[in-house]
């Protein structure tokens, strides 16, 4: 007897297993909810687990919106802050806990400062402390911050833009103050020239720590020590060949066992337009791509493998990269782009080699505001955009894909306008709802027409729009397009209600 239960125990494991790898391999984002910000855009985002609730931490320029996410990705406003002088926008955002008071640190790209804001029951925040930019902590336009726990103390290191590019480590006090310990001043040799990626491996009872340089363009290892202070160990540039470094952005990690591994995105510099910003204007463009390195028993950083962007992947302007999950000797990738404007994700195995799983067009580009956080058993990502006409965060859910071949999607606007809108108000919003057709080429087809139902279950709503979808990435597109959402603004004053559904019909 003990015998067949352990053989069923076997097999019930190998099938989860199995079932579990062809998940990985099907993977796809399925958008949860919607919300409005209150600043001008999204820039960043994090999350912080608090007492069993899971808040979420929006910002760009002016304040920070605090959001709790329930377990069915659906996002509840709960306060908005404003920032120091009402600058912003806000980057780098990292919540943790230090001697038992949770904290958000905030760098405050255009106030040249980093705050400091004690997390409170519910979520809301309270601004306990900020540092000011000198002559050496290169604080000025900061956008990275990375918390390291030591054995004896906890450290903020800051990165940034400026003009006086380098790394800065700062102690973290007990309410919150930041001490400054080191900082390294950028040379020829280190790549700390426009921090905007950082990543922390612990190595049998080491520390290290990971940094792109976004001028730079390459990596830098540092050997991170008790005390707080940090010394360079390597250095890796791009080349015109087999490296994708030009305009390092995102940088993150993972460990499978013995095998450590730090994973380099970029947001090439051909994508800019704007003059005087990129300060090596000689570089050439071979493509874009996903770079993996492995690290070494020193802690330093060795090329290991690329995955190269093509037809079937959205690789173009890499700004943020999240690691989903770790499972099984596999992780899953999330990587946010600003040119492709999707979410693409990917796997990476214990051997260190990545390959694409599924993307899905946003309609909308992000420039570092992508989080990945974990509710029971579901995996979710929260994001935004920079753009100031969007003024949106948006969850979605990972769950296997859904096969929709040989299939469109209907999106039906069913609404009733204001008594007090004119005849003349009415037509004009219908013909800007029709002209949609024009404006976004996603949309395959779009008819409409007023209710000519009798059975008296119609709500009181008179239009119906019906918009034709070849696929969810289409869906997407026009929900975030500018022409959508400058329709929603200009005829929202005289809609009086609206039923929207959803559905896939071949």
Not at 250 to 262: K, L, Q, R
Request: a negative charge; hydrophobic letters at 35%; one cysteine or more.
């Amino acid at each position: 007897m003990n015998r067949i239960k352990k053989g069923i125990l076997t097999i019930t494991w190998l099938v989860s297993q199995i079932c579990l790898a062809q998940g990985f391999d099907d993977l796809m984002l399925y958008r949860q909810d919607i919300k409005s910000i209150s600043g001008t855009n999204t820039v960043s985002i994090t999350s912080y687990e608090k007492d069993g609730a899971h808040y979420i931490y929006a910002s760009g320029i002016g304040n920070i919106d605090v959001y709790s996410l329930d377990k069915q990705g659906i996002l509840t406003p709960i306060s908005n802050h404003e920032l120091y002088m009402k600058k912003g926008p806000a980057r780098g955002m990292v919540a943790d806990r230090i001697n038992g008071t949770d904290f958000l640190f905030v760098a405050n790209k255009h106030g040249d400062v980093v705050e400091t804001f004690k997390i409170l029951e519910g979520g809301s925040l309270e601004r306990v402390a900020l540092i000011e930019d000198t002559d050496e902590t290169h604080l000025g336009t900061a956008i990275t911050l990375q918390v390291i726990h030591m054995k004896k103390a906890s450290y903020l290191f800051v990165g940034g833009l400026e003009e006086t590019p380098g790394l800065s480590s700062f102690k973290i006090e007990n309410d919150g103050k930041l001490t400054h310990v080191q900082s390294m001043k950028d040379d020829e040799t280190i790549h700390t020239d426009g921090i905007i990626g950082m990543f922390v491996h612990k190595i049998k009872g080491k520390t290290y720590l990971y940094t792109g340089g976004f001028q730079d363009n390459g990596v830098s290892s540092f050997r991170v020590f008790e005390d707080g202070t940090f010394k360079n160990i390597n250095n890796i540039s791009d080349n015109t060949t087999d490296r994708y470094l030009t305009g390092a952005y995102p940088v993150t990690g993972v460990s499978f066992g013995d095998n450590n591994y730090v994973i380099v995105g970029h947001r090439h510099h051909k994508y800019y337009k704007r003059g005087g910003f990129i300060k090596r204007t000689n570089f050439v463009y071979h493509g874009d791509g996903v770079s993996v390195f492995k690290v070494d028993k020193k802690g330093a950083l060795v090329p290991h493998s690329v995955l190269k962007d093509d037809e079937h992947t959205k690789l173009q302007g890499q700004t943020r990269i999240e690691v989903v999950s770790v499972e099984n000797n596999e992780a899953v990738l999330a990587v946010g782009t600003r040119d492709d404007e999707s979410i693409q994700l990917l796997k990476l195995n214990k051997e260190g080699i990545l390959s694409p799983i599924n993307y899905l067009e946003t309609g909308y580009s992000i420039y570092y505001g992508l989080r990945a956080l974990k509710i029971g058993e579901d995996n979710f990502l929260i994001t935004g955009s920079f753009r100031n006409d969007l003024r949106k965060i948006v969850s979605y859910k990972l769950a296997p894909k859904i096969n929709r071949e040989g299939k469109v999607l209907r999106h039906m606007v069913n609404l009733k306008y204001k008594e007090d809108a004119t005849k003349e108000q009415v037509n004009e919003a219908v013909e800007a709802f029709i002209n949609l057709k024009n404006e976004i080429p996603e949309i395959a087809n779009l008819e409409w027409g007023l209710n000519d139902s009798t059975e008296g279950h119609t709500k009181d709503l008179t239009h119906c729009f019906t918009l034709t979808f070849n696929d969810e990435h289409a869906r997407e597109i026009y929900l975030f397009h500018k022409a959508h959402l400058d329709l929603v603004s200009k005829i929202g004053p005289i809609i009086a209600d609206v039923l929207v559904l959803d559905y896939w019909t071949k």
